[in-house]
Each structure stands twice: as C-alpha cells, then as structure tokens.
C-alpha cells in the first residue's frame, strides 16, 4: 500500500506569513508524529496524535506552532507568523499503534523562510 | 534534552569496509531503533532491538545493546557506496513514554 506522504515538498515562504503542511500517514495507523530537522541536525520532536487520546505537544516550540488530525488520519501542521528560524525539512511518521514502534517518514516538507 | 548521540559524527570509508556507529542514551529504555536517512529527506527504519535483547542480525547489519552502559552499536558489514547515509538511533524514555528521541546521526561516506 501507499507510505506517508506529505505536501507540499517544498514551501518558500515571506517572513510573518502563515503555512499549512499536510501529512497523510500509512491507512490504519492510529500513531502520527510530527518531527522537525534543521540543516545537519537530528530530528526535533514537536508532536504526537495516538488515536483518540489527546496529543502530546510537549516539542512545540513556540504557540506559533500547532496541529490538528481530523478524523483519525490526515494532519496538518500550522506555523503562524513564520520565522527565518522555522526554515527546516518538517518530517510526518506514523506507526500502526504508535509508543515506541517503528516509524514509518515521509519524504518531508523543506521549508525555507525568506 | 538529547536521549541518543551517535559517534562518530561523521564516517569515510572503501566499499568491502566495515562500518561501526556507537550510540549512548541516558535513560532506561523499552528498546533501541536504528534508523537510515538518504539525502535529508525522509527516514527509513532499519532495526529493532528490545531492552532484553542482547545482539540483533538483519543482513549486513549487527546491532548490539549494552543497557548497563547504556550504548548500542550499529554494525554494517561489506559496505557498499549505497550504504552511503546518515544513520540515527532512536530511544524511548521508559518515564516520559510517548514519542521516540532521535540522536543527531553519523554521516557515512562509502567510496568505491
């Protein structure tokens, strides 16, 4: 079946604008994470959604970062008043019943911040 | 906080070589995953091993577990110009549950 997919590939966007980023994990993963990596860098946690349960937001960075996963499978991920920081590759994975499972990546959205 | 550093940062060596990537965390763990990154896009999972797992096999790779030293080591044998990557281990937090930690990887660079 299709992996984890992510759109767009890639975003460039003027400072202080909004952007969405999408992922659409594997079919009948209950588990979707949201990671970020910086150039060179290992990957940043900044959300988990586990089926119904509430998501663990403990990475998000700032309250200029949210998420949503609407009806169990699709994310998106928000950043508003973007920043030259935000610039990075934002990498969705999700797991058939999340914890500490294997992950399944997408191929990342890069996002760059002019 | 970092739970997985990998050492080296960064690896060069012949295909036919073998490749070894150290891995140290900080806390106890359920298990150890090792991961694969080609050219900064997506991961890709290579291993699993559980805490109670000593040694695990899977082709050309040997992963080993040491939890009373808290290290794991990733070995690739017979490497090939494929192999060229990054590759990251991955820990959970037996006390923080919830998502995987991931170390900053080792860059391998494999020439022919």
């Known amino acids: 079946g299709a992996g984890v997919s992510q759109s767009p590939s890639n975003k460039v966007t003027e400072k202080g604008k909004d952007v969405e980023l999408r992922c659409d994990p594997i079919?009948?993963?209950?588990?979707l994470y949201w990671y970020r990596q910086s150039l060179g860098q290992g990957l940043e946690f900044l959300i988990y959604?586990?089926?119904?349960?509430?998501?663990?937001k403990s990475g998000l960075p700032s309250d200029r970062f949210s998420a949503e996963r609407t009806g169990g499978s699709v994310s998106t991920l928000t950043i508003q008043r973007t920043q030259q920081e935000d610039s990075a590759v934002y990498l969705c994975?999700?797991?058939?019943?999340?914890?500490?499972?294997?992950?399944?990546f997408g191929p990342g959205t890069r996002l760059t911040v002019t | 906080s970092q739970q997985g550093e990998e050492d080296p940062q960064a690896l060069s060596i012949q295909e036919g070589e073998n490749a070894t990537m150290n891995c140290s965390y900080k806390?106890?763990?359920?298990?150890l995953q090792w991961y694969r990154q080609n050219s900064g896009r997506g991961l890709v999972h290579l291993i699993l091993?559980?805490?109670?797992?000593r040694e695990k096999h899977s082709g050309r790779l040997r992963v080993t577990l040491d939890t009373s030293k808290k290290s794991s080591s990733l070995l690739i044998t017979a490497s090939r110009a494929a192999d060229t990557a990054s590759y990251f281990c991955a820990t959970d937090n037996v006390q923080a549950g919830t998502a995987l930690i991931f170390g900053k990887g080792t860059t391998l660079s494999v020439s022919s």
């Open positions: 959604f586990q089926g119904n349960s509430a998501p663990d």
């Open positions: 079919s009948g993963h209950t588990a």
């Open positions: 994975a999700s797991s058939l019943r999340g914890g500490t499972e294997e992950q399944y």
């Open positions: 806390t106890s763990i359920n298990n």
């Open positions: 091993i559980r805490s109670n797992e």
